[in-house]
């Protein structure tokens, strides 16, 4: 990865990173994913954009550096991390949302102080009411069940439920993908404006190359278990919002690079 001049170390730190699925009895690794010596930081800021072909291990990578699945070789890292000691320095922020059907929309805002065993309601209670407002939720729906909301309003939900439990990274598998367009281009800008507005690392795996470049501050294409043919996106303030970026001249062009390194990765079966 490239150096990261003028900020202070990362957030994250992975390197030499090594994992494959084996099958059952046997030694040797099967064909679905791989992890082959890969290296990766990310910054306090900064969202990283991870695209590649389907089936390449990029859920893959973010089970690992989660803690759902264990390295075979390598390191990974949360340095520098803010999070309190019942807090997690992680949230994961899934495709379809992660609340509990049976749990009013409080209820699984509140499911942070529940596991952590914080006693602070006043202080929940103001986080909660700070993040309806960033994500544009009423009030009212705290006291609905998940499945009397619509899915933009599931997602914004789960998105506050991961930020309940204050991490300093977060990681998003593919989270806008089953959104229409107008809500996906909304929670982009509310999501965007949140990792920056509250100084949080993020990394954005995605197929849609459109979103990734209006989003990331740098892209990385995944092949071969490993990633490399880096972009960085240069953003002035005024263009910084996804919905902005995607009408400044230079979008095209970095499209451009994107899905031709994309293609080529795809064409080659490498993944």
């Avoid at 791989?34 to 389907?54: H, K, M, P, T, Y």
């Avoid at 805002?109 to 006693?119: C, E, F, H, T, Y």
């Avoid at 998105?159 to 998003?172: C, G, N």
């Amino acid at each position: 990865m490239n150096s990261q001049s003028g900020r202070d170390g990362p957030l994250l730190s992975i390197e030499g990173l090594h994992f494959a699925f084996r099958s059952a009895g046997t030694a040797s690794p099967s064909s679905l994913a791989l992890i082959d010596n890969l290296q990766l930081s990310v910054f306090r800021g900064e969202i990283v954009c991870i695209l590649g072909a389907s089936g390449c291990g990029k859920t893959t990578l973010l089970n690992l550096i989660a803690g759902l699945l264990k390295p075979e070789a390598g390191k990974i890292e949360i340095l520098n991390s803010r999070a309190a000691a019942v807090r997690q320095p992680i949230g994961y922020i899934f495709q379809n949302d992660a609340l509990l059907p049976w749990r009013t929309i409080e209820g699984n805002l509140r499911l942070a102080d529940d596991i952590g065993g914080n006693s602070s309601k006043e202080g929940t209670q103001e986080r909660i009411a700070a993040y309806l407002k960033t994500f544009h939720l009423d009030r009212q729906i705290l006291k609905q069940y998940p499945s009397q909301l619509s899915g933009g309003m599931r997602q914004r939900a789960s998105i506050i439920q991961a930020l309940m439990f204050d991490p300093d990274l977060l990681l998003l598998d593919e989270p806008f993908s089953a959104l229409d367009y107008y809500t996906k281009l909304r929670l982009e800008g509310e999501f965007h404006q949140l990792v920056k507005g509250e100084n949080k690392g993020a990394i954005l795996v995605t197929h849609d190359i459109e979103e990734a470049v209006a989003m990331g501050d740098r892209l990385v294409i995944m092949d071969a278990g490993r990633l490399g043919n880096e972009l960085s996106i240069c953003k002035s303030d005024d263009r910084c919002q996804p919905e902005n970026a995607r009408g400044m001249p230079e979008f095209a062009e970095h499209y451009r690079q994107v899905w031709s390194q994309l293609k080529s990765v795809i064409e080659g079966a490498r993944c």
